[in-house]
């Protein structure tokens, strides 16, 4: 358990009974984050139910090479981060997601978030090095992920749900061990 601020977290492996709660997490941080760069149709229509269906996919088949983890305070799931080992030769896994509810950002979720995904990768991974895409204009997150020792390493265009082209930058942790010094 660890204390962030006045919530009690734990962290645990996701599970089919999360799908629910961690949709609608996903769906309402891309509601607030990219509001101007993917399409207002798909924001305000399609997007909970197509990360409904992404997650029920996720965790309901879930690979071998999955690693999902929620963040749960006072039985609510208040954020999650999934993990895709061996993503990548070059870069090693991939944080495919990270979330944290809107009202509890800058509480250290965050970063203990990504410290087990960092853990997920140098005890099950091969390629021992960590990476994720964020948006350009996503610049709250960009320096979030300065901030835990991220380095941008290229960018390129990438076409999001709910159609248009956006341009995305790559981060990556080439000794993801870092990330879980700096949360101790």
Not at 30 to 39: E, K, P
Not at 68 to 78: L, R, S
Not at 109 to 114: H, S, T, V
Not at 174 to 184: H, K, S, Y
Request: aromatic share 8%; with cysteine; hydrophobic share 40%.
């Amino acid at each position: 358990m660890w204390a962030c601020s006045h919530l009690q977290v734990e962290y645990r492996p996701a599970t089919v009974h999360d799908i629910a709660p961690i949709a609608a997490l996903h769906a309402d941080s891309w509601r607030r984050s990219y509001r101007g760069v993917y399409s207002d149709a798909y924001l305000d229509g399609d997007v909970l139910d197509d990360r409904r269906a992404v997650w029920t996919e996720r965790l309901s088949h879930p690979s071998h090479a999955d690693d999902t983890v929620v963040a749960e305070a006072n039985g609510e799931i208040v954020g999650f981060a999934h993990t895709i080992l061996e993503d990548d030769p070059q870069w090693g896994a991939l944080l495919d997601n990270l979330h944290v509810a809107h009202g509890i950002k800058r509480s250290g979720i965050g970063r203990a978030l990504m410290a087990r995904s960092a853990s997920a990768v140098l005890t099950r991974g091969v390629h021992r090095a960590l990476y994720l895409m964020v948006l350009e204009a996503n610049t709250s997150a960009q320096a979030f992920y300065d901030a835990c020792g991220g380095e941008c390493v290229g960018r390129e265009d990438w076409e999001p749900p709910g159609g248009g082209t956006v341009v995305a930058l790559r981060y990556a942790w080439r000794n993801p061990g870092l990330l879980i010094a700096t949360t101790r």
